[in-house]
């Protein structure tokens, strides 16, 4: 047998080397009986449940800054800006997708949602206790983001008692009141 050996010495010393490998793998395995845990990382660096901010911008009924948490999804994000807007094309995002910390986030708008609106005529009176965000961002000064934040002062602290509440609930500047005050009411 020696010389048998002595010619598949190298045979000999793989095979040893595959049982001993073999041994490490199944040691290795003895706890449970499964493979550690593969972990993946989204690059962030961060720990799931970290404290993070998103810029939440569009058809949201809240712009702005609003914090999260690492792992959290577009969803939550839309649900800290207080929720889609009525013209909120959800289709057009994924709401499932993963936020990332210093990210913004835009929710587009629906073509042509509540744009549709006859001219507002010169010297008409716009009552802001029933106009539209489209009638109101036809006054001079107003616009799109304005005309949001007059509607929805009126949905969530009531209707106006004057048109100077424009200025004391902070939806519009001094300025720009001044510039519109002689075409606003606030009717019943």
């Not at 706890?31 to 998103?54: C, R």
């Not at 800290?80 to 913004?104: C, F, I, T, W």
Request: proline share 6%; no cysteine; net charge negative.
């Amino acid at each position: 047998m020696l010389p048998w050996l002595e010619r598949n010495q190298l045979l000999v010393l793989g095979v040893a080397i595959v049982l001993s490998a073999s041994g490490l793998a199944a040691a290795s395995l003895a706890g449970d009986g499964s493979p550690a845990a593969v972990e993946f990382h989204d690059g962030s660096g961060l720990a799931p449940g970290t404290a993070i901010k998103v810029h939440v911008a569009g058809a949201v009924l809240a712009p702005g800054v609003h914090e999260l948490r690492e792992g959290d999804r577009l969803a939550d994000a839309l649900a800290a800006a207080g929720g889609p807007a009525e013209d909120a094309d959800l289709d057009a995002v994924n709401l499932a997708r993963r936020v990332r910390d210093e990210e913004q986030i835009v929710v587009p708008r629906r073509a042509g949602a509540g744009r549709l609106v006859e001219a507002l005529a010169p010297g008409e009176s716009v009552d802001i206790n029933s106009a539209s965000e489209a009638l109101l961002d036809q006054l001079p000064g107003i616009g799109e983001a304005y005309s949001r934040r007059i509607v929805d002062s009126r949905r969530l602290d009531g209707p106006y008692k004057s048109t100077e509440e424009l200025v004391e609930r902070r939806v519009l500047p001094r300025a720009v009141y001044e510039r519109v005050r002689g075409q606003l009411v606030a009717g019943p």
